[in-house]
């Protein structure tokens, strides 16, 4: 019995005497089958030549990327708080040096996840500190391939993790798209992290929004209206997208406000 994962996506399936015949998550529009064909692997063969690279970006924070990279380069993010540390975001790799560095940095305490493109191996990590509660939103449940006992799936607008670290849940990318606020950030100024519910453009004064990002399908105007009035109340400086890299140190709350009406004129104009 082996645990399969996606090659294209990072998407661990369950247990199998055999890989599964589709990942209906590359299956999917938003994503795409690899033009070589479905390909599967284990965790024990990535462990042969993968590492993690864990940075330190701010004080209390630590990204976790994988080395050389793997499926569509998800990284995730380690968040310190007093009550816990919460895992943002979730990538395939793991292993027992990766394990090791997080506990020295306090362990988890819960792990959440934006979309379903972030899914990855959340049954390894959640099982290697414990059985960790992983938060997903109740709007992209069918799209959770290994159904764990520890996922926790929630509903509505918002889910307070901690008095630090709260999930909104803004919609777009997907129904149930989640960004995750942490108000100690930036100085004290407010993190937002988005995953690519909204995308730190190459003008990194601006972000975009898309529906699929490979197949370049855009999102209506009105759940971009949707993104930017889930995000207008919440006081941020700094935005902290799903790659290395995608960063816009300051100014993020306005950029993202500039940004949405950048994009409804633009798709609107006729």
């Not at 990279?69 to 919460?86: D, H, K, R, S």
């Not at 971009?224 to 902290?240: E, G, K, M, N």
Request: charged share 20%.
């Amino acid at each position: 019995m082996a645990r399969y994962i996606c090659v294209t996506c990072g998407t661990q399936y369950p247990d199998g005497e055999t890989p599964p015949e589709h990942c209906l998550i590359c299956e999917d529009e938003r994503q795409y089958i690899n033009p070589m064909g479905q390909q599967w692997t284990t965790l024990e063969v990535l462990r042969k030549d993968r590492r993690n690279v864990l940075t330190e970006l701010e004080p209390g924070l630590t990204s976790i990327r994988t080395d050389p990279g793997f499926a569509i380069g998800q990284q995730a993010y380690l968040i310190q708080t007093p009550e816990g540390n919460v895992l943002w975001d979730c990538i395939s790799f793991i292993d027992d040096e990766t394990i090791q560095a997080v506990n020295a940095r306090g362990g988890l305490s819960a792990i959440a996840v934006s979309h379903p493109h972030f899914y990855s191996s959340i049954g390894e990590w959640s099982a290697a500190f414990g059985g960790v509660p992983v938060y997903l939103h109740k709007s992209d449940s069918a799209h959770v391939m290994n159904r764990i006992p520890a996922i926790r799936f929630w509903s509505g607008v918002t889910q307070r993790l901690n008095s630090q670290v709260q999930l909104i849940r803004c919609g777009g990318h997907f129904d149930g798209s989640t960004v995750l606020h942490w108000s100690r950030g930036a100085d004290g100024k407010g993190a937002v992290f988005t995953a690519d519910t909204l995308y730190v453009a190459s003008d990194s004064r601006y972000v975009s929004f898309m529906y699929s990002y490979p197949n370049y399908l855009p999102l209506p105007p009105s759940k971009v209206r949707q993104i930017a009035s889930a995000l207008q109340p919440v006081p941020f400086d700094r935005l902290y997208g799903g790659w290395h890299g995608k960063i816009m140190r300051t100014g993020a709350h306005e950029a993202v406000q500039r940004s949405a009406e950048r994009y409804i004129k633009l798709i609107t104009e006729v």
